[in-house]
């Protein structure tokens, strides 16, 4: 009796399993990278002009005109009457882009600031939430507020001094030249796609092993296996090769559909980086093989391979940071993170997908890190076939 193909007919009799789990979980895949990657795209000048602005002054100071000029100068005018609901009229409908609110006594505070060399006091400022327009003329107004603030510092500088040295400050420009990288980086969809195909690596790898497992482990099939003319190692070898062969047939269809959608115009350029983003998926694979082998081996059911297959993928997905960054976590977390499989893997897909035409040193580098995602499925294998020895030597 074959016990590689018997293997191969079990798993390929789950077809809702594969259907749930990789073809659907993958296809999610591609829509996110589709939505938040996308190809890549050129950086381009913003013309603030496009945008509209309103300033309220309350203060009427040399200070708040001089700043008001400048706000005015970055985008179109808006007049605005100073009222709540015309404040919140304009933000809700959308029809300007960054109003300035200058509260009374400005002027003599920030000259007070200067004097001190305290901070700079704040502006209210309402900023569109709908375009980053809103956000980039708030940094430009903070700067040239603290240009007016160096400048207010110095001795003997009056308010109408500052602000027509901080205008000649502002004007100031330097060409700038748009030059391509020789090694692009990977297209951030590809990246994406990448990141988030951890999630349906593991659970299909999870439920496909266990449920083969425990097929295999019911009392008929286990009969008709030990009654083939095999060797218990032969046997166990078929097994696990058959284990093995599901999990890179996963592994080639998720990897098939990033590298078709996302990677073929990167291919001829990168492709050791786009390799670096294969080879850490197949580490992601190979651990959700061993967590499959390992849930197998503990003689969990259908319910066990689903919910270990669901929380598994996605907290190895979210302590590696592949859907939220890690420096936005806490310090705990990050290093927790650090002693999992997801973190080395998605550092790899990370740094591959960055790099582009990366030097051999880099590339060897994130391999070393995909063997190290490797390594805790060799660890969790290990403790799997422990605990099927010791459930063995049980039930003799």
Not at 7 to 12: D, G, H, P, R, Y
Not at 129 to 137: E, H, P, T, V
Not at 144 to 155: G, M, R
């Amino acid at each position: 009796m074959n016990v590689f193909r018997t293997s191969m007919k079990v798993a390929a009799a789950h077809r809702l399993y594969i259907l749930i789990y990789l073809v659907l979980l993958s296809s999610f895949g591609l829509f996110i990278g589709k939505v938040q990657g996308g190809e890549n795209l050129e950086k381009e000048v913003v013309d603030t002009q496009q945008y509209t602005v309103a300033v309220i002054d309350r203060d009427n100071s040399a200070i708040s005109r001089g700043l008001t000029a400048y706000v005015e100068s970055m985008g179109e005018v808006t007049d605005l009457e100073d009222t709540p609901r015309s404040i919140q009229d304009a933000t809700a409908q959308d029809y300007i882009s960054y109003i300035v609110i200058i509260p009374a006594g400005y002027g003599d505070s920030l000259r007070a600031a200067a004097s001190e060399q305290t901070e700079v006091p704040l502006l209210d400022t309402v900023v569109n939430y709908r375009s980053a327009a809103g956000s980039l003329l708030d940094t430009r107004v903070n700067g040239y507020l603290a240009q007016v603030y160096n400048y207010l510092s110095l001795a003997g500088s009056s308010p109408e001094q500052a602000i027509a040295l901080a205008d000649e400050a502002i004007a100031q420009s330097a060409d700038v030249e748009l030059v391509t990288a020789d090694d692009p980086p990977l297209p951030n969809g590809l990246r994406v796609f990448a990141e988030f195909s951890m999630y349906p690596m593991v659970a299909f790898s999870v439920v496909a092993i266990t449920i083969l497992l425990i097929a295999l482990n019911r009392r008929p099939v286990r009969s008709r296996l030990s009654a083939a003319p095999l060797s218990g190692t032969s046997r166990n070898v078929s097994v696990m090769w058959a284990c093995l062969m599901v999990g890179f047939l996963g592994w080639l269809w998720i990897s098939a559909l990033g590298l078709v959608f996302f990677g073929l115009d990167s291919l001829a350029t990168s492709a050791p980086s786009i390799g670096v983003l294969g080879l850490a998926l197949f580490a992601v694979m190979l651990n959700g093989i061993a967590i499959g082998f390992l849930v197998g081996q503990l003689g969990g059911g259908d319910n066990a391979a689903n919910a270990v297959a669901n929380i598994g993928g996605m907290t190895m997905c979210f302590l590696g940071g592949a859907w939220i960054p890690l420096e936005l976590m806490p310090d705990g977390l990050t290093t927790l993170a650090r002693f999992t499989p997801g973190y080395w893997a998605n550092e790899a897909i990370m740094g591959a997908s960055q790099s582009g035409a990366a030097s051999t040193g880099t590339i060897l580098g994130y391999v070393g890190q995909c063997g190290v995602c490797a390594l805790f499925a060799v660890a969790i294998f290990a403790v799997a076939l422990a605990i099927g020895r010791s459930r063995a030597r049980a039930s003799l």
